[in-house]
């Protein structure tokens, strides 16, 4: 695919570069009503308080620190890890107040005593994480139940992780379909704003050629995975499911589990 991505042509890129241009528009997505209708509900399912500290799995560009100032959640700690240097970028530009966020060059595909190493080192508990958020990055991850079980690794027991990650088959036109219908519910013009994203100068290209391949690699490296099987998965990494449920335009599933 080479049509509105410059000359790059996607399918050549790895994963990690994939991110790496993804970046530079991934805060585009904070346009559309079900995106933020889904970080209200994941912000909602964290319950946060001031005294949280929240480890921000696969953190991209900082939607978490956007939605908590968005939505005026007193700031807990985050401290956000990634591998991808152009999302951390963003994420460290984003406004939160000073000393509150710290965000960690981190492949969460490797043990975690190998996720930035120098705080993580054997000494996880002492970072006293209280709140684990994994956030439309556990299909990207080589294998998901082992980087499940390394996060039940870096905490105590009844911490509780909110995990959101999309379903198999991902459908991008529905979550375009319920956020023109917003749109229009709203008294916009929907026909403009398909235009406005994805008309001939349109801002969304790019992401919907990114998304399209991020799609097109399930079928072979990624994992969208159904809910028994991350029920599955979640037990096995000993996480205990407390609360399930179907969000972002019916295309996730928002699962709240505790530490056992
Ligand atoms: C779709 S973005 C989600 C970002 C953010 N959680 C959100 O919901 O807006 C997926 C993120 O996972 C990150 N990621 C993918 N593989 C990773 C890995 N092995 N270790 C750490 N982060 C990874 C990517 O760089 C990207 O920022």
Known sequence: MTSNTGNTDLTTLSLTALFELYAEEYARLRELFPYQDHWRQI???LGL????????ACCGDGALT???TKLGVPPPLVLGLDNSTAMLEHAAAEP???GRAMYLLSDLNAPPDEWAPAEFSAKAPSLNITKIALINGLYALRDPQQALAGLAQVVRPNTS???STALPNPDMQAVLREHLEQVAAKGG???AEYNRLLGPEGVFKLIAAINQEIIRR??????????PTLRQMLDAAGWQVMRSQIVYA???????????
Request: hydrophobic share 45%.
């Open 43 to 45: 912000v909602a399912e």
């Open 49 to 56: 308080e001031t005294h949280d500290r929240i480890l921000d």
């Open 66 to 68: 956007w939605a908590l």
């Open 96 to 98: 939160y107040p000073s």
């Open 161 to 163: 992780l909110v995990l």
């Open 189 to 191: 013009d929907p026909a």
């Open 218 to 227: 399930g079928a072979t490296s990624l994992h969208f995975l159904d809910e």
């Open 250 to 260: 019916g295309q996730n599933v928002l699962i709240t589990a505790k530490k056992r």
